[in-house]
């Protein structure tokens, strides 16, 4: 299964992409993390419902310093699951 989240508050510029690469990686969850231009983090992860599921949770408590105010979920075709590997965060140094 593979899901989108776009999580919204104060998520960038506190660890939050640093905080879902570890969660999603210690669940063994493929995917990708990144900031967007608008102040807002995208998740993409694939892996089993109940995995997800605690992905999810992670997600909606969020990383100390941060403040989620939503979490948006729409699931993705499951063929996007071939393009993605290991977790990483696209676009940090």
Do not use: C
């Amino acid at each position: 299964m593979v899901r989108y989240y776009l999580i919204k508050g104060r998520v960038q510029g506190v660890g939050f992409r640093w905080f879902v690469h570890r969660e999603a990686a210690e669940l063994g969850l493929h995917g990708w993390v990144r900031n967007t231009d608008s102040g807002h983090v995208e998740v993409v992860a694939s892996g089993e419902p109940e995995i997800l599921e605690e992905l999810k949770a992670a997600l909606r408590k969020g990383s100390r310093g941060s403040r989620v105010d939503a979490v948006v979920e729409q699931e993705l075709e499951p063929s996007e699951d071939e393009t993605l590997g290991p977790f990483v965060i696209e676009g940090a140094w």
